[in-house]
Every structure is written in structure tokens, then in C-alpha cells.
């Protein structure tokens, strides 16, 4: 009968044959054979012996592992119970990297060495290498030709401060040329942070501004009175564009002119930041026309700041009438919307959380919000303070003979900050320094105009700082590179590498001084950039405000004629 391999269904398969205990054609290693064919174990030694009965009696007694950890932890208490706990090691926990402000401590250790060192040369007077070989130069022209008849009015409001309504102008001049439009001189809202009631022509000579660009765009002050009748003259009647910011110059054309030439008028409210940086030429040649030709500050604002910088040029003849310009973001809104802590403590807390509700109600406190000032602090956010400006620039080669003109606003709790920059830096002045209160009184409740003269007086230094970002600065890198050859020469400090420095408690007054020396030179070598597509051309006006010249081809043609 053939044997089944396979299971029937309800029966057990059959059961393999058993291996054999041993195999007597095998040696196990170290065995050896007799002559009777069998293996034999070789003798084993007495710790052999030993372990063997160990084993066997903890497999038998498997239960005996369950007291394992109990005799582990026994015999650790009895030997920590002969150690003395005055030598164990005590770990010290030190705070994240940017979450404590350090710098007065820093300041405190680099202090002796920084005032003891007489090996730098009058920075000022060797800051600037660049550029070399070349040279960029304002290329701009008026148009000769007459404008084409109007297809209508077109009426912005300018939002932000002195310099985001800058942009402002500058955009509705562009826009208007491009649709053929006749612009209104822009109207300024009042900002709940800035609270400036100024209009255009308290701070831009109106006059100036029309006729230099009479033969690019027409400008006008009011919208005629047979248009304004059909809007019961009421502006908030006129249809109003609410336009994404960032937008193509395709977008007015497609959307915004079949509405004018319909209309024969339009608001757009607001207007700032409402029209891309990637634009034709057409569009940037009417930017730049309006920002750096046609825009001159009113007569009172530009007398008072060019006062200014003739003081500051005396007061610095030792240095050739060159002085340092420094734009401080150290404010009391800029402190609080920036969320940084510094060694205020609880005052500090307190004024801010007040400053935040008032400025910006609740904006800080929804719920899930969470903040984390030490990590604003490496992400170069935190506004720097006057003694961080002061390590910096002493850092930089710049001694304490150095005229600082200092442009801010009212420094949050300015006796206490700005003690340490005024002990590195003696020598500086504010506009409040240089102009007697009665020169100041006419601009002294307005924001914008102050701002206006401290514009002026940094335009013209000859190395201009910034701290924080923002509108100012930003034109103001643009203006000087316009003026200047096509270099900013701005130092624009890498504030997250400064955060790890003024973090540093172990660094030294040399190292310090050497990272200042390679950011200056950063700064000096970024001083010629060239706009990409999308940077802002106010910052960046080579190429499209400006044309490249060659040194050498120049002097060659200056020397011909």
C-alpha cells in the first residue's frame, strides 16, 4: 500500500521520524574518539565546572530573573551609599543661544581691551574700496514729446510713512503715464503709529514735482468740478480699485483702464506696494524719474536738513567734513513689534504689552500665537540697541573721534540705552543736538517731516548705517547708490552672525574686532549690486536709472574734449 503524503481531511499528518541522539560519524570539536567508535567529553576544568552548576540552577529557577532589577538597584544604593555626593559633578544649564540679551556683559569684558587699542587706522577716511575700474552714472532724460489727449483722472491714497508713501508716488506716477492718465496729487492718510497729519505739499515742493514731469505725466491738484458733480463731489462715490499688492502692469491694463476710460475716474485706496519691481522700462524710467529728480522736499524741510549737514560737516573738518550716519530702530513700537526681551525686566514687559494693545489690539495676543524671542534674535529680527551699534562700530575701526549723526525717533528708554553708545562715541549728535529748539519747533509734531530732515542728513554722510530694515534705509541705500557712483556705501550688518557674537561670553576684543573688519568688508564689496526681477528698484536703480561707464573710456573723452 503507497504510503500518503498528504493530510486527509480531520486526520493529523504523520509524524516525522526522530532524529538520532548522536552521530557516531561526527567529532564535536575538542572531542575526540575511542576505540570503540564512541565520543568522549575531555575533562573539564574547575571554573567550568563551576559556571555549569550556576547556569543549570538559574535555568531550572527561571523565576529568579524576576529579581534581577531589584538586586541591580540594591547594589547601586549600597555603593552610592559609600560615595561621597561632594564630588559628584554638578552640570551648570546655560540658557539657548539668543535668549538672554548678553550684550552689556560683553561690553563690560571687551571694554578695557577696546579702549586700550590704538592699532586701527581713521576708518572713515579708508573705509570705501570699491568700486574699482568702473562707475555707474544717472542716465535719465525728460520726454520732448507732447502727451497724447487724457483718458481720465486717476486718485491714489498713500498709506504708511514718509517713505511708504514714497513708494506710493512713485508707483501712481508710473501707472499714469502708462495709462495715459492724468494723476492727482496723491492724498496722505493719517497712520494711527505715525500721527502725521501733513499733506504732499508740506513735505515735497508741489511745483517742482509738476513741472518736472510736464512732458511724462499730467498732474494736476483737484479733479475738475463737472466730473465731481456726477459723484455729488464726493470722493468716497468714485469707484475704488482694491488692488493685490505686488500687482503686474498688465493687471491696470486689462483691469483698471476699461474702468477709467468708462469712469473718467478712479480711486485706489490704498496704494502702496501695488505694483510689481519686474516691470518694463517704459514703467521703471517713470519710476525713477519720479523718485530721483522729481521729488524734492518742501523749502522749510530741505533748508533744515541741509543746515544740518553743514554742521555736521564743521563740526568733522579734523576728518575731512566726513561723517558716520546711523539709522536707529530703537523706538518704543519698534521694540514692541519686534517681540524681542532685553534688560528692561518687568518695566520693560509691562511697557510693552501696553505699546503692542495700543499699536496693533490683539494682534499679539490670539490665542495659539506663541513667540520666541530668542529664536528672533538668531533670525537677525531683534532691533539692534545703541550699545550693539556702538561694539559694532568701534569694532569696525571706528575710535571714539568718530561724528555720529544719529536719525531716529524717540529712543525707548533713552537714559538708560543710550549711555553706553554715547560712552564709545562722545561725539555724536541728533538734529535735536545740532538745531536750537526754535529751529526745530515748525517739523517738532510731525513725524514725517522729521524723518524728512533726518533723510537728508544721512543722504549725505559719508558712510550711512543701518540697523533694522525697512522703508528708510531702503531708499536710502537706492538714493546714495544714484548719487554715489553706483555704491551705496551703506554698512548692512549680518545680524544673525552678530547675534551669536554679542552671544559669545568667551570671545575676545581681537577675534571681535576681526568679524567686524571681514563684515565691513562684506558691506563694502555688496555696495554695487545690480536689480534682479523682483528687488525693489528704489534700493536698486542700476541698471534702469542709471548707466555703466568705464573709467578709462570716460577719462579718454573728458580728456579729447
Known amino acids: 500500500m503507497a504510503y500518503n503524503r498528504l493530510p486527509s481531511s480531520g486526520h493529523n499528518s504523520p509524524s516525522p521520524p526522530q532524529s538520532p541522539l548522536r552521530s557516531p560519524t561526527r567529532l564535536r570539536p575538542g572531542g575526540r574518539s575511542s576505540k570503540s567508535g564512541r565520543f568522549t567529553q575531555p575533562p573539564r576544568t574547575l571554573p567550568q565546572r563551576l559556571t555549569g552548576i550556576l547556569l543549570s540552577v538559574l535555568l531550572r529557577r527561571q523565576g529568579i530573573f524576576l529579581f534581577a532589577p531589584l538586586l541591580y538597584i540594591s547594589g547601586m544604593l549600597f555603593y552610592m551609599g559609600t560615595v561621597s555626593f561632594d564630588v559628584v559633578p554638578v552640570i551648570k544649564h546655560r540658557p539657548a543661544v539668543g535668549s538672554v540679551y548678553r550684550s552689556p556683559q560683553l561690553y563690560a569684558k571687551l571694554r578695557p581691551e577696546m579702549d586700550a587699542d590704538n ?139 476699461p474702468k477709467l476710460l468708462e469712469e473718467k475716474v478712479i480711486r485706489i485706496s490704498p496704494f502702496a506696494n501695488r505694483l510689481s519691481f519686474d516691470a518694463p522700462p517704459t514703467v521703471q524710467r517713470l519710476r525713477c524719474l519720479a523718485n530721483y529728480q522729481a521729488l524734492r522736499f518742501s523749502n522749510p524741510v530741505l533748508t533744515m536738513g541741509e543746515t544740518l549737514v553743514a554742521r555736521m560737516k564743521e563740526r568733522s573738518a579734523n576728518s575731512s567734513g566726513k561723517y558716520v550716519s546711523v539709522h536707529l530702530r530703537f523706538e518704543e513700537d519698534m521694540v514692541a513689534f519686534s517681540c524681542c526681551i532685553f534688560d528692561g525686566g518687568g518695566k520693560e514687559k509691562e511697557d510693552m504689552d501696553a505699546a503692542r494693545e495700543r499699536g496693533w489690539k490683539g494682534k499679539f495676543t490670539k490665542r495659539g500665537r506663541v513667540i520666541r524671542p530668542g529664536a528672533i534674535r538668531l533670525n537677525g529680527k531683534c532691533p539692534l540697541t545703541p550699545l550693539e551699534v556702538g561694539l559694532m562700530l568701534r569694532g569696525m575701526g571706528f575710535d571714539n573721534s568718530t561724528f555720529i549723526f544719529l536719525a531716529s525717533g524717540k529712543i525707548y528708554d533713552a537714559e538708560r540705552n543710550m549711555a553706553p553708545l554715547l560712552e564709545m562715541f562722545p561725539l555724536l549728535q541728533t538734529k535735536e543736538m545740532l538745531a536750537s529748539q526754535d529751529e526745530l519747533a515748525p517739523f517738532q509734531n510731525y513725524s514725517s517731516r522729521m524723518a524728512a530732515i533726518d533723510y537728508t542728513v544721512c543722504l549725505h554722510s559719508e558712510v550711512f548705517v543701518t540697523t533694522q530694515g525697512g522703508n528708510f534705509p531702503h531708499f536710502l541705500l537706492g538714493h546714495r547708490r544714484y548719487l554715489y557712483g553706483g555704491h551705496s556705501q551703506t554698512i548692512k550688518p549680518d545680524k544673525r552672525k552678530l547675534a551669536l557674537l554679542f552671544d559669545n561670553p568667551n570671545i575676545g576684543w581681537k577675534s571681535f574686532r576681526r568679524q567686524m573688519l571681514n563684515m565691513r568688508a562684506h558691506s563694502d564689496s555688496k555696495g554695487i549690486e545690480l536689480k534682479r526681477p523682483n528687488d525693489s528698484i528704489y534700493s536698486f536703480p542700476c541698471p534702469d536709472c542709471m548707466c555703466h561707464v568705464n573709467k578709462a573710456e570716460d577719462s579718454r573723452s573728458s580728456s579729447a574734449t
Open 119 to 257: 592699532s586701527s587706522t581713521d576708518a572713515i577716511l579708508t573705509i570705501w574700496k570699491h568700486p574699482k575700474g568702473a562707475e555707474w552714472r544717472p542716465c535719465l532724460s525728460n520726454s520732448s514729446e507732447g502727451l497724447p489727449e487724457s483718458n481720465g483722472y486717476v486718485y491714489v491714497e498713500a498709506n504708511g510713512g514718509l517713505n511708504q508713501q514714497r513708494t506710493s508716488i512713485c508707483n501712481a506716477v508710473a501707472v499714469a503715464g502708462y495709462l495715459n492718465a492724468t494723476l492727482v496729487i496723491p492724498n496722505f492718510h493719517f497712520h494711527s503709529i505715525w500721527r502725521d497729519p501733513s499733506k504732499f505739499t508740506d513735505i515735497y515742493d508741489e511745483d517742482y514735482f509738476v513741472s518736472t514731469l510736464k512732458n511724462d505725466v499730467r498732474i494736476v491738484n483737484t479733479i475738475p468740478e463737472y466730473i465731481m458733480e456726477r459723484f455729488d463731489h464726493n470722493m468716497s462715490n468714485v469707484y475704488n480699485f482694491r488692488i493685490k499688492a505686488w500687482s503686474p502692469i498688465g493687471y491696470y491694463k486689462d483691469a483698471v483702464l
